[in-house]
């Protein structure tokens, strides 16, 4: 298995996107291990999609073992070379929010096809709601946009400083994670409302709900998550190793899985705290 030096991986060629990633990666390698991973999502047949950040592209994890789905180019401004996240659409299709290229994809097949070639500028995530039209946040202009049923142009939803994570409760209410006054919001009438009132957290990148509703943030400075229950109270519930610095999480039917670039790994998380990586 490859491996690469980690003064390599964080300094080599690259200028520093907040803790969630790079603007640029500094290797490339065949798929035969994580680098940088930001989000992953499971699909029907169990397969987990990971954005890998220093692929550059997209990699899949079956069976504890690590594979190319598509391998994007080195070269910044081609499609894929910078993907922020992953979701999954009604139909099962694979979505991937890319910032090299402003745009957010659907794959069908293997092949990824642009859904906006104009309105966005750095979308860092995606929600789909039960209709499939796609919430996009975008923190280069500051807007969550949406793409209805799924196609561009995007339309505004609303404007919010800095919005990175996007998810729908259990009600389909958009809930999302922003570097503004507050951090975690939800979007009520057109209007973002303050959930949690001032900043707790030191780095909220995502957000993601159990079944009764609490939500749960990843805080990469914080090397931790944290529950919030539908009033808005805090309280750390998972903090530490074998946890770095988590940005991307997701819900599944017995927990979350939980992407995690500095321990360059995919973590399911149970609903009792149980730490599984599905890369050992």
Known sequence: MLRVPVWLRIFGLTFFFGV????????????????????????????????????????????????VFFQ?????????????????????????????????????????????????????????????????????????????EGQGPPQLVVELRAPRGLAFDRTGTLWVVAHAEHQLWRIVDGKPVPVVKG???????????????????????????????????????VEGKPLYRPVGIVATESGFLVADPWARNVFEISFSKEVKPLVP
Request: glycine fraction near 10%.
């Open 199 to 237: 900043r707790p957290f030191q780095f909220p990148h995502d957000v993601a709900f159990d079944p009764e509703g609490n939500a749960y943030v990843t805080d990469g400075y914080a090397s931790a998550i944290w529950k919030v229950d539908p009033r808005g109270s805090v309280e750390k519930w």
């Open 72 to 148: 994007a180019s080195k070269k910044y401004r081609t499609p894929l070379n910078a993907v922020r996240a992953l979701g999954v659409d009604p139909s099962g299709n694979l979505l991937a929010a890319d910032t090299a290229t402003s745009t957010v994809y659907r794959f069908e097949g293997k092949e990824p096809r642009s859904l906006s070639e104009r309105g966005l500028w750095t979308p860092m995530d995606v929600a789909v709601d039960r209709e499939g039209n796609i919430f996009v946040s975008d923190l280069g202009t500051h807007r969550i946009w949406v793409l209805p």
């Open 20 to 67: 969630g990633g790079f603007l640029a990666a500094p290797c490339f390698v065949t798929g035969a291990e994580l680098l940088y991973p930001l989000s992953a999502v499971r699909t029907g047949d169990g397969s987990v999609y990971v954005a890998d950040l220093h692929l550059p592209g997209v990699s899949l994890i079956r069976d504890g073992k690590v594979s």
